[in-house]
């Protein structure tokens, strides 16, 4: 029942003799009380038997707000000497006004409740990392403005494929502090931690981090099979940290012209919601033991059934409104195998403009070599092969070389208004 369940178990931190006497009052005034909670606030009292045995009233459902919908008024009779010893008139007032304020309290929380119909559906047991995530900017912390925050996903395996970004695309150093301050342009790597805490694999990313300063940690346990997990982890703690109008998150084997980025970004500011990549309707891989295999195709109709649209999931950009959607609901959005069908399925019933921009999925040269000689020049660039840049720490030079953009691509953009 919803009172053992729930009110009974916490009343032994509360008031139980202000409210056991409160009780006595209530009976004498013929109203209904619960039997497991009078056994709960009696369980030694001589007069609990006889209560139950001269009280025929029956328990009246509650509706929304707990007031009784209907009562069998029957006769009580209750000898009050035996219960309830004299107590002064102040002790009384102070009962009735303890009483004034809980139900003060009770009606602020139906208020609540009425304006957040999705809590009852939620799980009783939330995990702290979920409630911590879930968690919007700590009271004293101001987010920092920005234009775009990007997070470059990453392993712990993956230095090799960090220090080619670093030393192709990605600005490095104190040129990294002034495209964020000057640009509003945020590029992080973003990592989780190992399952052991502070093992070797966490401490090696920290003292690359204090050497370069180019990290985003996550609170995540990093694993392939987490994906969808730190995807949405990457999004809630950077909507919580910046106040940016775009967030992107980008695979560590894909090469990026920021200033074309942040360009085309530019045509969508004016969006409220706006979710941009290269979109795609693949099929759902019912079969067991092949890339990409949907447990959970059933979801998705008859088999042999194509995905919604959503973008591939080597680099896409969301707006602000969408990052703090995720941010707000990340506990409950459902993850399916594949992280880029995760990120459209929870924006699939919002209104939520999808763009479909192929120059976020250009190939390695000579495609998009060829495009950057003819003035299009490529935002993103990779293999679909490899999902990525095939061999991606060899050849991620060559491909800076022939598709990068002019330097003043990036650092001619307006400086960043606050």
Known sequence: MWWTQQIVPQMDTLFDQHLQLRLWHLLHQQVSIPNPLLQYLFPNHSCYTHLIHTTNRVWAPLDFEGKVLRRREQEIKIVSDDCITNKDNDLLGAIHRSDEAIRSLGNSISRLRMELPGVQDLPEKVSDSNLQINKTVSEGTRRKKAFVVIGINTAFSSRRRRDSIRETWMPRGEKLIQLEKEKGIVVRFMIGHSVTSKSILDRAIDSEDSQHRDFLRLKHV????????????????????????????????????????????????????????????????????????????????????????????????????????????QPILHKYANEDVSLGAWFIGLDVEHIDDRNMCCGTPPECEWKAETGNVCIASFDWSCSGICKSVERIKEVHKKCGENRAALWNRPTLKN
């Open 222 to 329: 990093e694993g392939y099979h987490e994906l969808t997990a730190k995807t949405s982890t990457f999004f809630s703690t950077a909507y919580d940290n910046w106040d940016a109008n775009f967030y992107v998150k980008v695979d560590d084997d894909v090469h990026v012209n920021l200033g074309m980025l942040a360009s085309t970004l530019d045509r969508h500011q004016s969006k409220p919601r706006v979710y941009i990549g290269c979109m795609k309707s693949g099929p759902v891989l019912s079969q067991k033991n092949v890339k990409y295999h949907e447990p959970e195709y059933w979801k998705f109709g008859e088999e042999g059934n194509k995905y919604f649209w959503h973008a591939t999931g080597q680099i896409y950009a969301i707006s602000n409104e969408l990052a703090a959607y995720i941010s707000a609901n």
